[in-house]
């Protein structure tokens, strides 16, 4: 296992935004090679950024978890504000028509927004009681949804449920817990194949992973990484089977659970997702901060068109 900080070589001046870009669609997706990773920091001045997602449109989404908003981001072009949430704005998913899913901590509840702008609530309430605080949020190929739900700060005052939930929305709309915690789930995230959900549990500072059956059901949880360096957050997988975990560090592991590699970032991450038209980019937010790694390998995007 290896590490890199980055802290003499973010500040190095850079060439134009459009030279960046156009040098980053040159470079050809190889095997996975972090000899020379490289950290640029697209956004500043956040308030704790969180839920990246990479649109097949071609640009970065992520929320200001404080101000409520989701961010646009677009190579050339730069940020603008893309929606507004009174709820609070958490994680954030696209399924396959485009239509993009968010945990609104402060409303309690998981949302879906289709590109027309129209939003509906998938889920709001479980056995007659309100959601704690949704906060990470995946979406299988089949429709399946799969969302954490914890509860930090003061929204532990106002629980009606004595757990921390994992959940399923199956892709008939219906509503079920996979896990009941007394620890709280953080990141959620899916395999290439849709047949592993991978869960980061805060509190205990380990990585879970449950198996999916073709119809999306979850079944025999264990323990996948028996203890992060830092508070584990957002998760991501690539196509090889690798999982990179936002925690201390951006840390990176094997299909086996190995640590592989630290990534240092100026500030701790807060997850993280693939982006660009190959897929081979890592955004990363953070407390205040986003960032972009140019990767050697894809990831494992639910959403992305399959390759024959």
């Keep these: ?177 996979i896990a009941k915690w007394q620890t709280r789930p953080n990141g959620v995230t899916l395999s290439a194949n849709g047949r592993l959900l991978y869960v980061s549990d805060s509190d205990a500072r380990l990585i879970r992973v449950f198996d999916l059956d073709r119809g999306g059901a979850a079944s025999n949880e264990r323990v996948f990484i028996d203890k992060t360096e830092g508070v584990p957050g957002g998760l991501r997988a690539d196509e090889k089977g690798d999982l990179y975990v936002a925690a201390k560090y951006l840390s990176v592991y094997s299909p086996r659970g190995e640590l592989l590699k630290d990534i240092h970032l100026s500030q701790a991450p807060s997850n993280l997702a693939f982006g660009d038209p190959d897929f081979a980019t890592l955004y990363v937010t953070a407390r205040n901060n986003v960032y972009r790694i140019r990767m050697g390998v894809k990831g494992a995007l639910q959403y992305a068109p399959q390759v024959p």
């Design 1 to 177: 296992m290896t590490r890199v900080s980055f802290g003499e070589k973010c500040k190095r001046a850079r060439p134009s935004p459009l030279f960046q870009i156009a040098l980053l669609m040159s470079i050809p997706v190889a095997a996975q090679d972090f000899s020379d990773v490289r950290v640029e920091t697209l956004a500043r001045d956040l308030h704790y950024a969180e839920g990246p997602v990479w649109s097949l449109d071609g640009f970065l989404l992520f929320s200001d978890t404080v101000t409520g908003q989701i961010k646009k981001w677009t190579p050339g072009k730069g940020m603008t504000a893309f929606a507004t949430h009174s709820g609070g704005a958490s994680g954030n998913a696209f399924d396959e028509q485009g239509r993009l899913y968010t945990c609104e901590f402060r409303e309690r509840r998981v949302v879906r927004m289709a590109k027309n702008g129209k939003t509906e609530i998938l889920a709001a309430r479980f056995g007659g009681k309100r959601l704690n605080a949704p906060n990470d949020v995946a979406v299988r190929r089949d429709g399946n949804v799969y969302f954490t739900d914890p509860a930090f700060g003061n929204q532990q005052d106002t629980r009606e449920l004595d757990f921390y939930g994992v959940y399923r929305i199956t892709n008939k709309g219906e509503l079920e817990a």
